[in-house]
């Protein structure tokens, strides 16, 4: 389960299709194991920007300086995101080729030309990649202020 709110998820959409035609990517910030809540998200430099298909490396000098903003505190890095531009959100054979790190949480944002001609993040999944059996699972996004909606009050 990855719990990130609507105004985190907006932002990378943001910049998924700020990236556009590029790939666009970031870090994920936040806290827990089994229920992964992402408080804060980065966006970083794609050093491979540019390249053919399915490329993105984040910048390491983003990913340093937010470990050691995060050095002895609750919250760590939880995950990356980044984007495709040929609308899919699922993880590509290079991506799971290069899933080094099995404990981080994958977010690929699909972004495509909507009909008004501009780029458009189209659907966003969650994904835990496993390099070795060369296979992804699905993880499932809630997002918390729909969860809130979930009470007493609210059942027919
Ligand atoms: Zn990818």
Redesign the pocket.
């Known amino acids: 389960m990855l719990e990130i709110g609507a105004d985190l998820l907006a932002a990378v959409a943001d910049a998924a299709e700020a990236a556009f035609p590029d790939?666009g990517c970031g870090l994920l910030v936040g806290s827990g194991r089994r229920i992964v809540r992402v408080t804060e998200v980065v966006t970083a430099p794609n050093l491979r920007r540019g390249e053919a298909s399915?490329r993105?490396e984040l910048d390491p000098r983003i990913r340093f300086a937010t470990e050691r903003r995060l050095r002895g505190g609750d919250l760590r890095i939880v995950g990356h995101w980044?984007s495709?531009p040929d609308g899919s959100a699922r993880?590509?054979a290079?991506?799971l080729a290069e899933a080094w790190e099995p404990d981080l949480v994958w977010l690929?944002v699909g972004v495509t030309i909507g009909f008004t001609g501009q780029a458009q993040a189209i659907q966003i999944l969650a994904h835990r990649l496993d390099r070795v059996a060369g296979r992804s699972h699905p993880v499932p996004l809630r997002l918390p202020e729909k969860s809130a909606c979930n009470t007493r009050g609210f059942r027919g």
């Open positions: 790939e399915d993105f980044h495709h993880p590509s290079s991506d690929i």
